[in-house]
């Protein structure tokens, strides 16, 4: 049996695939599969271990686990187990210069994929981050939502641009160098995208400053409508039509919006006319039946009702109401009733809506009636 080994393992290490014998090939996957399979199933357990302590604890740090665990790739474990079995082989130290491109391609091939299991592990921190973070700041949910893609998006890439950097300099590329001519590039980048990075950062003051959010109806300049999106340059606005308006972020900082959503409660004031030949009795009891009109109904605050001025064709009436509710419909609904019921107080007291209307007085000279042949002075 020994025998038969020591020739296996002769013919082994007598044959070569790129450089390297198949006794260290055999060696290398071996390791590669026990480490993974090991790895896989430390893995295994740790999460389910991190599961359970995050169901019964409040403590945030047991979730920020569960996102890196569940942010693990299969692809990462053998890629650290593909770096651990090749180092302990060491590809590298043949002097076959394939053996050696060999064992740099696997060492190279598996950096990558754990500095990019980095980057995914960095993404759960931040998402999760961001969740405690919003939380912890009692953010709305309307608010937590127009501020987690634009803060997200910065992080990213902050992140994204270390983890560049770190595997450019694990392969021996001079950083210093590059940062610099990213320097000089980034200023004429900035000049010639100004507008775009203007819009970038006015995202950022939106979510800062919050002028509005999602879900918030708002009106600048000729449209309004419910936000729906604030993106990192664009925020998209679902109008009463139907149709999604596209507004720059930087046109919405520098114009005035107005956000009803925080309206607390609606201003009403409208006016109606009566007819000239209304008796002031009558006028002096028209603001008495306007009030008596309002305060019966519910969410309602009356405020005033005054014989206001001294129309073209009407005598006005100016009433002040407040609705205890920013929704339109509702005004509305009071409003209608409002009419109505005011209709019918009008008709009891035999008063009469004015309408537009106007009287002309014709007066005729007796020079304009003898030219026309009309006797101006008395019969004979």
Known sequence: MARTWE??????????????SLGSWAVFLGLLVGLALAFRIVLAVVKARARRLADRSELPLHDYLCQILDHTWPLSIV??????????VDFRGSADATAVAVGDTIRAVSL??????????GMGLIDEGLTQGFRFANFSESAARTAHGV????????????????????????????LAGLGVGGIAVAFALQQILGDIFCSVAIVLDKPFEVGDFIITGDHMGVVEFIGVKTTRVRSLGGEQIVFPNSDL?????????RMAERRVTFTF???????????????????????????VRFD??????????????????????????QYMDLQQSINLTLMRRMEALDVEFAFPSRSLYLEQSDALAAARGIGTGPPS
């Open 112 to 121: 990558i994929v754990l500095f990019l299991q980095a980057g995914r592990w």
């Open 7 to 20: 020739q296996v393992q002769l013919i082994l290490d007598g044959r070569t695939l790129l450089g390297i």
């Open 304 to 329: 005033r009702a005054h014989f206001a001025k001294f129309g073209d064709s009407s005598l006005d009436f100016e009433v002040v109401y407040y609705v205890l509710s920013p929704d339109y419909n």
């Open 273 to 299: 006319g009566v007819r000239y030949d209304t008796p002031a009795d009558t006028l002096r009891r028209i603001p008495e039946e306007v009030r008596e009109t309002i305060e019966g109904l519910d969410q």
């Open 253 to 261: 900082i520098g114009s005035r919006v107005r956000n009803y959503k």
């Open 79 to 88: 890629a650290l187990a593909a770096y651990l079995a090749q180092t302990l």
């Open 151 to 178: 803060v997200r998006f910065f992080a990213l890439a902050g992140l994204w641009g270390i983890i560049l950097i770190l595997i450019l300099g694990s392969f021996g590329i001079e950083i210093t160098p590059l």
